[in-house]
């Protein structure tokens, strides 16, 4: 009779990377337009004859339509499957970067970075939950750690490229070079990316995603109005009246609807607040006020696009080199000192900018830029899988779609606020340079408030409940 011996379990597969891979292209992709525009505004302004307040919609609207439609996307994906939006979202995201290079005037170009950002909603909306369903344990938190830093350097990428293809071959390059890579992308998510379980019997709430996004339309609209023609104009009083009545509706909608876009119990979990806060303020004071500092730079004090291009990627840089670097030892130590303390740190950072008036050049405000980017690089990829982790399983996709809807809403407000606050210094390179560190004060100030309360509704509660 032959020996018998007990037969050695089956290796584990590791995991393939190449969803993963698929995702981070997407991510790329959709990330890079947030500031790729950035420093070639004012190319863009001499060409298309944009005034200030255009040029801050071509940056802002995008933002604006990604945080508004990004809950609602992740609705309706749950009911439609998430790789099928994601999809729909490239295919849309490529033909709109393809009319944003074609526009002739500035309200061509504003259209068609409006259809951009409703594009980049559905596909942030369900990059985030289909490489959650495809790892798991370590595997998820090195994946969302991967997404982050591909995120910084989308951004490092949009801020140093788009001045250098303005320079070199024209603003309508910085859309024209990515259409090759939406090709790719395509191909890549159609190929590996792997339908979720939809939601049986849920419906999509509309009502709530109309008023959502009216609520942040409204906000942001009046504020650049404000600054642009004062704040008493009746551009801005409109935008005034129609925020309040749309955040009105959607409180009210969303307490009446069996299926809300967000369920209000959620905002009864501190640690879910936390994450909102954190998520908000850090992008608004990190990355609002790029837009502004690339105006101070290029028309303040005389660098090219170029230049600039190089001075503010330090910022991406840095904050790469950290996200690659510890983000990997962050997720196990407490949410509410590494989001809130990475916030607090960006926030002095920004008040570091005081250095201008010593110095009005790009030299001073290299200290903001390190620490900011510091920071960014700290929380960047740590919030998803802490939002997830905040609230019940059930709604862990709700969770980190919201979280990355306050961070755009974020970056959207903290556009729209820096611009307003530095147009009302005045012309002349004394009200500019008086007028960039305003801006980043407020930020600064923000910040490290913000860190300091999210850092407390995150803390460690009795027995470790993340939904306490």
Known sequence: MPHLTSRAEPAVAAPSWVPLIAACVGTFLLLIYTSIVTVALPAIGAELGAGYGQLQWIVDVFTVALAGLLLGFGSLSDLLGRKRVYLAGLVLFSVATLACGLSGTPGELIAARVVQGVAGAAMFATILPLVGLTYEGRDRARAFAVWGTVAGVASAVGTFSGGVLAQVLGWR????????????????????????????????????????????????????????????????????????VAIGAFVVVERRSSAPMVPTDLFATRRFLGVLLVAFSYYFAGFGALPVISLWLQNGTGL????????????????????ALISGRLHARSPGRVLGGATMLLGFGCLTAVAVLLSPTWIALLPALVLTGIGAGIVSPVFPAVAIASVPAEYGGTAGAAANSSRQLGLALGIAVSGAVYATRGEGSAGATHGVLLVLLVCGVLAAVSGLTGGWLLRDGSGGNAQE
């Open 304 to 323: 090219s696009s170029a230049a600039t291009s190089a001075v503010l990627a330090l910022q991406v840089v840095v904050f790469v080199a950290v996200s």
């Open 173 to 244: 390059w910085i859309f024209f070079v990515s259409l090759p890579i939406c090709a790719v992308a395509i191909v890549m998510a159609a190929t590996s990316l792997k339908e979720g379980p939809r939601a049986r019997g849920r419906t999509v709430d509309y009502p709530g995603i109309a008023t959502f996004s009216l609520a942040a339309t409204g906000l942001t609209y009046s504020v650049i109005t404000g600054g642009d023609r004062g704040w008493s104009s009746a551009g801005a009083v409109i935008g005034y009246l129609v925020t309040a």
